[in-house]
């Protein structure tokens, strides 16, 4: 559970859009059935050569195969035991933070870098990495030393329940307690402890302090809120925390009218409220779908908006999927053109825009449209923490078995 909760962290999107394991089981059992009755790929100038064993190809009952490591790779293309497994794309001050923070547990670096991030977007994402990295940070530490005496085995506990580590070298997330202790002013540092409460509960929701955790982090998302109060990120914060409190609509639509005033057109935080609304949690399918469709109507220019329905529809994806025609309907078919055109017209460089290149993937090679689909590996290629991929047993391999289809079937 830790390490799925660090990727899904280090995503974004961090469980918003996470699928019943069951589904997915079904699903990969399905594709995988779908993929042996099709034909053997034409072998293209860059696979291995007769005699090399290692090329990319497809597993005998048909699975897309990752290669492994050491073997032929397209030109171009990361080999699989190189993929990044923690963003969907590259944020190299993001990873040189979290390198330097967690090898000193020096906090100064992370609150520079969220004070020099003035995007919404990009500072939401920021703040859900290092959560997601401390959170992991003290669950390893824990795992490795067991819990503090004064607390219960089993119960990680807010952060401020740890002790004070002794052994400079010793990693147990002790940064971010120092931090909020030496600026507790410092709305980054506020809103960075309030999301890693939100992991804290979500990695443990049958614990008797699950709701405890997430009162708390509503408080703490608050005091961020007071801080900085035209950041949307302590607002998208508590839409995690009605979640999992299962707040009323009328008070979810009063936090979401909050995120809105400050940022309207924030795919972050249409994602987490995209999630409330489905049929998993508060919501019906009718509604999840709905308010995609009405989020992607009403979005303004260069927005990633229009994508938001290819996210409901795979947030409700039925359970049982038989033919890949399911995938070429309609619905699915119209959901794809509207995420390719925000794709197209989207300003430069948004920063969630390798999520939606990510999920566009998963539908092109399913609906069989591979040469759309290569587009998308050509893209993104290098970074797999996103979803689909962080709802399999393995990113990686889930990943590359897709592009093999995408590259291998153009």
């Known amino acids: 559970m830790e390490a799925l909760l660090l990727m899904i962290a280090l995503t974004v999107i961090f469980g918003v859009l996470v699928m019943p394991a069951l589904r997915r089981r079904k699903e990969r059992m399905e594709f995988q059935q779908a993929a042996e009755n099709a034909e053997s790929r034409t072998r293209r100038p860059w696979d291995a050569g007769p005699d090399d064993q290692q090329g990319i190809s497809l597993r005998k009952e048909g699975e897309p195969q990752a290669t492994s490591p050491g073997s032929v790779t397209p030109q171009g293309l990361v080999p699989v035991e190189e993929l990044d497994l923690r963003l969907p794309g590259p944020d190299d001050a993001l990873v040189a933070t979290l390198e330097e923070v967690q090898r000193t547990q ?96 979500m990695s443990d929701t049958g614990s008797a302090d ?93 927005s990633l908006l229009p994508a938001l329905p290819l996210f409901a529809v795979y947030d409700h994806l039925p359970d049982v999927q038989l033919s890949p025609r399911m995938y070429q309907g309609a619905v699915i078919a119209d959901a794809i053109e509207a995420a390719q055109y925000a794709l ?30 290569a587009e998308q590996v050509r893209a993104i290629d290098g970074y797999v923490g996103a979803v689909p991929w962080v709802n399999s047993e393995n990113p990686r391999s889930e990943y590359a078995g897709y592009r093999a289809m995408a590259i291998g079937r153009q």
Not at 152 to 168: C, F, H, I, T, Y
């Open 106 to 201: 020096n906090w100064r670096p992370a609150g520079q870098l969220l004070a020099l991030t003035d995007d919404h977007e990009l500072r939401w994402q920021r703040v859900q990495s290092l959560a997601g990295a401390a959170a992991m940070e003290l669950a390893q530490w824990q795992t490795a030393t067991g819990p503090p005496e004064d607390t219960p085995a089993g119960d990680a506990g807010p952060l401020d329940s740890v002790s004070l580590a002794k052994d400079e070298q010793q990693r147990d997330a002790r940064w971010l307690r120092t931090w909020r202790m030496d600026e507790p002013n410092d709305p980054g540092g506020a809103e960075v402890y309030a999301q890693f409460l939100v992991w804290q509960a």
């Open 210 to 302: 699950h709701r405890i955790i997430l009162e708390e982090a509503r408080s703490v998302a608050a005091e961020a809120a007071r801080l900085a109060p035209q950041d949307p990120v302590p607002h998208i914060t508590e839409l995690f925390v009605a979640r999992g409190l299962d707040y009323r609509k009328p008070d979810f639509e009063a936090v979401w009218a909050e995120v809105t005033r400050r940022s309207r057109d924030h795919m972050g935080a249409h994602l987490a409220a995209l999630t409330y609304w489905s049929e998993k949690w508060s919501g019906s399918k009718d509604e999840a779908y709905g308010f995609a469709q009405s989020a992607a109507g009403s979005a303004p220019p260069h």
């Open 344 to 373: 197209g017209q989207v300003r430069p460089e948004h920063s969630m825009e390798a999520h939606v290149r990510h999920l566009l993937l998963y539908f092109l090679v399913r609906a069989e449209r591979y040469a759309e689909a």
